[in-house]
C-alpha cells in the first residue's frame, strides 16, 4: 500500500500516542495506590512503610490526619488525569483528530499529572515533618534499600544485587 507521507505520519503519531496513553494512565493508577491515595488509600490509615518506624500514637494521628485530609483533592487530582488522558485516547480514534488538538490534550494530561505529582510531594512532606530526626535516618535507610516511596521511588522494589 502506497501511504501518502501526511497519512502515515499521522498513523505513526496515532500509533505512538495510542501505546504511550494506556502506560502513562497505568503509571497514574499504580502511583497513586502506592502513596496511599486512590483505590489502596485503606481508609486514610498511615501508610505501610512507616510502620516500621514505630510511630507514636500522636505521630499516627498525625499522619493519619494529613492522609484523611488530602484524600478528596487527591482523588480529584487522580480523575482529571484519567480524564485528560482518556480524552487523548478518544481523540485519537476520531475523524476530529489533530496535531494541534492532540497537542492540546497532551498537555493538559500531563499538566495533570505534574499536578498529581506535586500534591504527593507536597503530602509526603508533611508526613516528613512529623517524624522525629531518629525517624527520618531510618527512612533515609529505608528508602535506599528500595522498601519506602517517599521522595517519588513509588514503592517499587529494586531488584537484590546480582539479579
Avoid: W
Avoid at 56 to 73: K, L, T, W, Y
Amino acid at each position: 500500500m502506497n501511504f501518502p507521507k501526511l497519512n502515515l505520519r499521522r498513523f505513526l503519531i496515532a500509533a505512538a500516542i495510542s501505546l504511550v496513553v494506556p502506560l502513562a494512565a497505568l503509571a497514574v493508577s499504580q502511583r497513586a495506590g502506592a502513596c496511599g491515595f486512590g483505590p489502596g488509600m485503606d481508609g486514610g490509615r498511615v501508610p505501610r512503610y512507616l510502620h516500621s518506624l514505630n510511630l507514636s500514637e500522636a505521630q499516627r494521628d498525625r499522619v493519619f490526619e494529613i492522609m484523611h485530609g488530602q484524600a478528596p483533592a487527591m482523588r480529584e487530582k487522580v480523575k482529571a488525569a484519567r480524564n485528560a488522558e482518556d480524552s487523548l485516547r478518544q481523540l485519537v480514534l476520531s475523524t476530529e483528530y489533530t496535531e494541534p488538538k492532540a497537542r492540546a490534550l497532551s498537555d493538559d494530561a500531563a499538566r495533570a499529572t505534574a499536578d498529581l505529582t506535586l500534591a504527593r510531594a507536597m503530602t509526603e512532606r508533611q508526613v516528613y515533618e512529623v517524624l522525629t530526626a531518629e525517624q527520618r535516618s531510618q527512612l533515609a535507610k529505608l528508602k535506599a534499600a528500595g522498601e519506602a516511596p517517599m521522595g517519588g521511588r513509588g514503592g517499587e522494589r529494586r531488584p537484590p544485587p546480582g539479579d
